[in-house]
């Protein structure tokens, strides 16, 4: 069975912080995706990395997808009270469908003002 | 464009009863897939729908079902309802599911099993 290991499951930080979220695995995977849920919503996808080795920047969020393709982080700068939210990350299979995603548990992060 | 409608939002059922959650995926996608959040497993994969056809199966057991429609519309059942069956449902639509397309989630039909 697949699993993806996210780390820390947990953080509460005060805004202007800097954070690092992991996600492990020991299976390989053709790509990576990143997702932010809010409270009464469903995810929305934030970015999909496909290259081992890539690193894709969104304003303050950097997602790098290392190079054996079985991890990847998700590093915030200066966070603010809005990035406040459970992070999930979801690997595809090789061969597989993206309608077929296995995720990590996610880390709920909490910016405090 | 209107985005993933899933119905209800909200129901509580008894044990032993069953349920049929609807979604509606975004106008042109055709694959859709259905997902169980919980606090303590998160979020795990049901199955996915392409052109009318079950494509892929999560790990749950037969009293899961779902089906997809000619327009795309999907409605998954869970028969016999049981406790640990209390959940967040998930309905994530795409153009076809392929790695490129991106993914659309509802906002998720919260089950409550008592």
């Known amino acids: 069975t697949q699993l993806l290991e996210q780390s820390p499951q947990f953080l509460s930080i005060q805004e202007g912080e800097n954070l690092t979220v992991y996600c492990n695995s020991s299976?390989?995977?053709?790509?990576l995706q990143w997702y932010r849920q809010e409270p009464g919503e469903g995810p929305v996808l934030l970015v999909t990395?496909?290259?081992?080795?890539e690193v894709k920047k969104l304003k303050r969020l950097t997602f790098q997808f290392g190079d054996a393709r079985k991890d990847s982080s998700l590093h915030i700068t200066a966070a603010q009270p809005g990035d406040t939210g459970l992070y999930l990350c979801a690997g595809v299979n090789y061969g597989g469908s993206q309608g077929n995603l296995i995720f990590g548990k996610g880390t709920k992060l909490s910016v405090k003002p | 464009k209107a985005g993933v409608t899933q119905t209800p939002r909200y129901l509580i059922k008894t044990r032993g009863q069953q349920v049929t959650l609807s979604c509606s995926p975004i106008?042109?996608?055709?694959?859709v897939s259905w997902y169980q959040q919980t606090p303590g497993q998160g979020l795990q994969f049901l199955f996915e729908?392409?052109?009318?056809?079950?494509?892929n199966k999560g790990n749950f057991p037969g009293r899961f079902s779902g089906r997809q429609f000619s327009n795309s519309r999907s409605e998954m059942n869970v028969s016999t309802l049981e406790l640990g069956d209390s959940a967040l449902y998930l309905c994530a639509s795409s153009l076809t599911g392929a790695t490129g397309n991106t993914i659309y989630f509802g906002e998720g039909s919260w089950l409550t099993v008592v």
């Open positions: 729908y392409f052109s009318e056809t079950q494509r």
């Open positions: 106008s042109g996608h055709r694959s």
């Open positions: 299976s390989v995977f053709s790509s």
């Open positions: 990395v496909v290259t081992g080795g």
